[in-house]
């Protein structure tokens, strides 16, 4: 299975200050039709997780712009700019590339 | 407005049965490739399994720890995803979303039903 590896686990922000979540894969995510099926996903407390990012990049509807992502082959970061106390929670890449999908640990964000 | 809403969670001994349900609205359920994701009490999410649309095939793929103990089913008349676990270990203890593949995948999520094995 491709393993997901998120780093830091744990990240303390200030609130205003950007913060950067790391997400590494044992194996390319590119897919045979050329697309890289890496998705982030945002998870508040007691909530359902929440899609953030599709597709290494693209934000889905109603995601503030603070959000975005990046990266390519084994390597990608969500960036969250100017975090707000809503921001607090933990945030899963998760790789659609190989059978079977698989998630990161989770990075939990909270404020400082 | 897309919806999902699952239910049947409950607690069940080790080896027993459980039928949980996940009943979709705002959206074309019969065009929908839809996915069981689960989630163990303070740990992260595990992918359990998907089914394709009717329209493609209606074929399931299911990860390893549950491979012939899950069958992931739909009913497109009732706009309802199923997925019927069989010989419950406490590991599968977990809160189970149903989500969808709209646009890529997993992009609408259930509120999750918890299903708890414990004897």
């Known amino acids: 299975d491709v393993v997901m590896t998120q780093s830091p686990l744990s990240l303390p922000v200030t609130l205003g200050q950007s913060a950067s979540i790391s997400c590494r894969s044992s194996q390319s995510l590119v897919y045979s039709d050329g697309n890289t099926y890496l998705q982030w996903f945002q998870q508040r407390p007691g909530q359902s997780p929440r899609r953030l990012i599709y597709?290494?990049?693209n934000r889905d509807s109603g995601v503030p712009d603070r959000f975005s992502g990046s990266g390519s082959g084994t390597d990608f970061t969500l960036k969250i700019s100017r975090v707000e106390a809503e921001d607090v929670g933990v945030y899963y890449c998760?790789?659609?590339?190989?059978?079977?999908?698989?998630f990161g640990q989770g990075t939990k964000v909270e404020i400082k | 407005e897309v919806q999902l809403v699952e239910s049947g969670g409950g607690l069940v001994k080790p080896g027993g049965s459980l039928r949980l349900s996940c009943e979709a609205s705002?959206?074309?359920?019969?065009?929908?490739?839809m996915s069981w994701v689960r989630q163990a009490p303070g740990k992260g999410l595990e992918w359990v399994g998907r089914?394709?649309?009717?329209?493609?095939?209606?074929?399931?793929e299911y990860t390893a720890p549950v491979k012939g103990r899950f069958t992931i089913s739909r009913d497109d008349s009732k706009n309802t995803l199923y997925v019927q676990i069989n010989s419950l270990k406490t590991e599968d203890t977990a809160v189970y979303y149903c989500?969808?593949?709209?646009?890529?995948?997993?992009?609408?999520w259930g509120q999750g039903t918890l299903v708890t094995v414990s004897s």
């Open positions: 989500t969808t593949e709209l646009v890529d995948l997993f992009d609408y």
């Open positions: 705002g959206f074309t359920f019969r065009n929908a490739w």
């Open positions: 998760m790789q659609g590339t190989h059978w079977p999908w698989t």
């Open positions: 089914i394709r649309s009717k329209t493609d095939g209606g074929t399931t």
């Open positions: 597709k290494v990049s």
